[in-house]
DNA sequence: TCCGCGCGTATTTTT
DNA sequence: TACGCGCGGA
């Protein structure tokens, strides 16, 4: 068992302690998958069957890796374990026993955008306030009850769901979770949450389906354990109530999906459930320097809710982390940019060998052009994922459609496109009389001359004789051929086509590159099913980070960009944990309360514990922000890292004047804030109320502020001794401008 | 029904 | 900024 080699003692128990609750509770750093994947191979070398194997992680991505990984151990076996999120398993097993509750083997699933969409409809035909209820906030909430598992009969006869929502005005919150479910339910349609919920349902009210699958999964294993909400953890404990064989590993620290309902309580529920639970902690760190650690340490420590834990390391104590001041974000890119120039030149780095890692997907761009400017290749992880954009979900919806014709938001995407004349008043009153008649939307389309009439019904009619084809196609042909003629034959490649415009024709390569994933899917010997129902079902939850698993062919050395929270699991020998300003991170709409804090700072803690070798914490004293700058100040983790760890680079020109004080403007700007929206509107300056003529400001050396306009950008017309020159400052680089304006001021005295 | 314009407003993380 | 929505004209 040379696999048990080079392995500490507590990953050893680990690995060998097969039978009966586990609980494993695994530091950054500390050989998680590593235990994970020699756990699992363990078990396979005894003889049990990898069918009766289930390993639930927390992406895909985690999931092909390790079994990747098992596969070098133990061979083709690996192929045959039940391994992958929570969200593809339990939707795999609702496709073959969905029936029992009332569903098909096709039904679609929905995404965020889709149920927010229906949410939105739904909400419309209440004749709702949509100020009031809006679809995210209407969203979270429903999300928010299934993941507690609550159903909406549940919620609409508990006063203490109504009484929460009549505090914030949005008492018919209930009414619209019952007719988003049953609208659902008609779609033959679940959303992401519906996975767990009905899971959940299945397993309550068919025994029978829960023995089968009890029976099947001896051994149970959960991967980030600490980021499952109640719905994932009592699919999981029922599961393993037979064999109680059930594994879970975790860090508490590192607990980032509060805000998706992952909930720690989780693990204080799981030494209650199981007496007999066998705990192990995976203490030493083999990825970081000892300052790193150290840092990550102390930061961690200052939160309350935390499992007790030492991590230590015996690696080196490497450099002292970096904190980088810039003026602006302009310059915290360039700074990052010129700093990763630097270390490859000196120490012979790779791209591939730094992270910039972000609280939010809008801070890339500074990076990005700065980046591009130094010709340093990068790859942006995650933003807007392959099959979130408009041409690929349009052809998808079509897709959709011809294997479920109940697909109500695939439908209303795709009714009238390719325009057919068929507009918004048509498509809602198509919905409403499929609501009010009790039947399907593809009842009212098929049936349109009895429902609808006049003009509508004979576009109607083609187009329900136009998925007929198509369904008829779905069924008879592969997933290609199938998706190739609805593509064509649906007028939408045409029509893509036909746009020559630059964006056009980016859409159109989308498009062919999706028909190539199709063939792709096709011609992958390891897929048994080869339909349109089968691809779908694998595109379905496949999720940004997956996308860059999988362009694994072409690895391009490139510098990685990405947020914190797609970081997770994920090491880089040197990382820029970047935009480390109050109100940035932690976000501002994070800090309400103790435990949002808590998330915040864990956070923080992945971030730095990403790192091997080097940390680099970057920070803007004014940023570029929805159009306005703003005046920033460092976050106040800074503060917390133990100060032994941390030695200090400052912007070199920063030092010698601060931008806003030193020439005033930072008044000027203030006073702007106020009035933003006029401001942007009118394109003219106008004054806030406390704006005194005192405030005009001078620049310095008889430069006289005498009149501001803020349109596009901001327009200093400058007076004094150059009177007549004009200085006209883009917002978006406003920052290293007025720096620019000091210098020439400099310049003047000399 | 469709299209374009202008306005207002929202800004987190992701299965 | 950038996106979505509503309104008005064709």
Request: some cysteine; charged content about 30%; overall charge neutral.
């Amino acid at each position: 068992m040379d696999y048990l080699e080079g392995l500490n003692e507590p990953q050893r128990q680990a690995v060998i302690f097969t039978d009966g609750p586990l609980m494993i509770i695994a530091g950054a750093g500390s050989g998680k998958t590593r235990v994970l994947t020699y756990r699992i191979a363990h078990l396979i070398y005894h003889g049990v069957d990898p069918y009766n194997i289930l390993a639930l992680t927390f992406t895909n991505k985690a999931a092909n890796e390790m079994r990747e990984r098992i596969e070098k151990v133990i061979g083709e076996d690996a192929k045959n374990i039940w391994m992958g999120t929570f969200h593809s398993i339990f939707a795999k097993i609702l496709r073959i026993e969905g029936d029992k509750i009332g569903y098909t083997r096709d039904f679609s699933i929905y995404d965020t955008e889709d149920s927010k969409s229906l949410i939105k409809s739904i909400v419309k035909e209440l004749n709702l306030d949509d100020k009031l209820y809006k679809a995210s906030t209407v969203y979270s909430r429903i999300s928010g009850a299934k993941n507690r598992l609550v159903s909406y009969r549940e919620y609409n006869s508990n006063p203490i769901y109504r009484a929460d929502d009549e505090s914030y005005q949005r008492p018919e919150i209930g009414r619209i979770y019952q007719i988003y479910q049953e609208r659902l339910f008609k779609a033959n349609a679940m959303d992401f949450d519906d996975l767990l919920f009905n899971t959940n349902v299945l397993f309550r009210d068919h025994l029978d389906v829960l023995n089968k699958y009890q029976h099947k999964f001896k051994y149970v294993m959960v991967d980030e354990f600490q980021d499952t909400n109640i719905s994932q953890y009592l699919i999981t404990r029922k599961l393993a109530s037979v064999y109680q064989n059930i594994a879970v590993v975790g860090d508490d620290a590192q607990s980032i999906y509060a805000f998706r309902g992952a909930d720690i309580q989780n693990i204080l529920n799981f030494e209650r459930d199981y007496p007999t639970l066998k705990t192990i902690r995976l203490e030493q760190n083999y990825r970081s320097t000892k300052t790193i650690v150290q840092a990550a340490n102390s930061v961690i420590s200052k939160n309350q809710a935390q499992l007790k834990k030492n991590v230590w390391t015996s690696n080196e104590s490497g450099d002292l982390i970096e904190l980088v001041k810039a003026t602006s974000d302009a310059e915290e890119g360039r700074m990052i940019a010129q700093s990763i120039f630097e270390d490859k030149m000196q120490f012979k780095y790779k791209n591939a060998d730094f992270a910039i890692l972000y609280r939010t997907n809008a801070q890339s761009r500074s990076f990005e052009e700065a980046l591009r400017r130094m010709g340093i290749r990068y790859q942006v992880v995650g933003g807007l994922s392959f099959y979130q954009r408009r041409e690929i979900k349009d052809l998808i919806a079509y897709l959709r459609f011809a294997i479920n014709h109940n697909d109500e938001e695939a439908f209303k995407r795709i009714i009238n496109l390719p325009k057919r004349g068929i507009g918004d008043t048509t498509i809602a009153k198509i919905v409403v009389i499929a609501n009010e008649h009790k039947v399907s939307i593809w009842d009212v389309l098929s049936g349109s001359m009895k429902y609808i009439g006049g003009r509508a019904a004979i576009a109607l009619d083609n187009f329900s004789m136009l998925i007929k084809t198509f369904e008829i196609a779905a069924k008879q042909k592969n997933a290609y051929d199938a998706a190739l003629e609805i593509a064509k034959n649906s007028g939408l490649l045409k029509e893509l086509y036909e746009d020559k415009s630059i964006e056009g024709l980016a859409r159109y390569e989308n498009v062919q590159e999706l028909l190539n994933a199709i063939k792709e899917f096709v011609d992958n010997p390891e897929n048994e099913d080869k339909t349109l129902g089968a691809f779908l079902q694998e595109v379905s939850l496949l999720t940004t980070l997956d996308e860059t698993a999988e362009e694994g062919e072409d690895v391009k050395d490139a510098v990685t960009l990405m947020t914190i929270h797609s970081a997770k699991g994920l090491e880089f020998k040197n990382v820029f944990v970047v935009g480390m300003e109050e109100d940035l991170f932690p976000s501002q709409m994070m800090i309400g309360s103790r435990s949002e804090l808590e998330e915040e700072r864990r956070l923080f803690y992945v971030a730095i514990t990403r790192a091997e070798k080097k940390l680099t914490l970057s920070y803007a004293s004014s940023r570029y922000r929805f159009g306005r700058i703003k005046d920033c100040e460092p976050s106040r983790f800074l503060d917390e890292i133990d100060p032994r760890c941390v030695k200090q680079k400052n912007a070199s020109i920063k030092n010698s004047f601060g931008v806003g004080e030193e020439l005033g403007l930072k008044n000027l700007i203030k006073t702007n804030h106020t009035t933003q929206q006029t401001v942007a509107k009118k394109q003219t300056y106008k004054p806030s109320p406390d704006f005194k003529p005192s405030d005009t400001t001078y620049l310095a050396a008889g430069m006289k502020v005498e009149h501001l306009k803020f349109g596009y950008g901001l327009v200093l017309e400058v007076q004094g001794e150059e009177k007549d020159r004009k200085a006209r400052i883009n917002f978006e680089e406003a920052g290293e401008k007025l720096l620019l304006l000091s210098f020439a001021k400099l310049k003047v005295h000399d």
